[in-house]
């Protein structure tokens, strides 16, 4: 919850976005949360050179839980960050005594 809120908020303070998408998908056992934008973008190269801290603090925060963080913008046509995360316990609870999210 604090990476989707993270992601929101750099989307919304420094995309300069018309459009801001948010999308929670289940893949079998994997659960992805996708933030995507329609804003400037920014360049690859000089996020690595020099990664602010909110995309530090993202990419620990997927590490501690064993989620894969996907950052991919094109300056100009905007940004999508994806958040991978496998919840196979929750699955096979779900499986077992049916229930609906």
Do not use: P
Not at 7 to 33: D, H, M, P
Not at 76 to 93: L, N
């Amino acid at each position: 919850l604090s990476t989707q809120k993270e992601l929101q908020t750099n989307a919304v303070k420094y995309a300069r976005a018309g459009q801001i998408t948010l999308s929670l998908f289940r893949r079998s056992q994997w659960v992805e949360l996708v933030v995507e934008d329609d804003g400037v973008g920014f360049d690859r190269s000089a996020l690595q050179e020099a990664q602010g801290v909110g995309v530090r603090i993202m990419h620990y925060r997927a590490n501690i839980i064993g989620a894969e963080l996907d950052i991919r913008s094109t300056l100009g046509k905007g940004t999508r960050v994806s958040c991978s995360y496998e919840c196979q316990d929750a699955y096979d609870q779900v499986g077992r005594h049916g229930g609906t999210l």
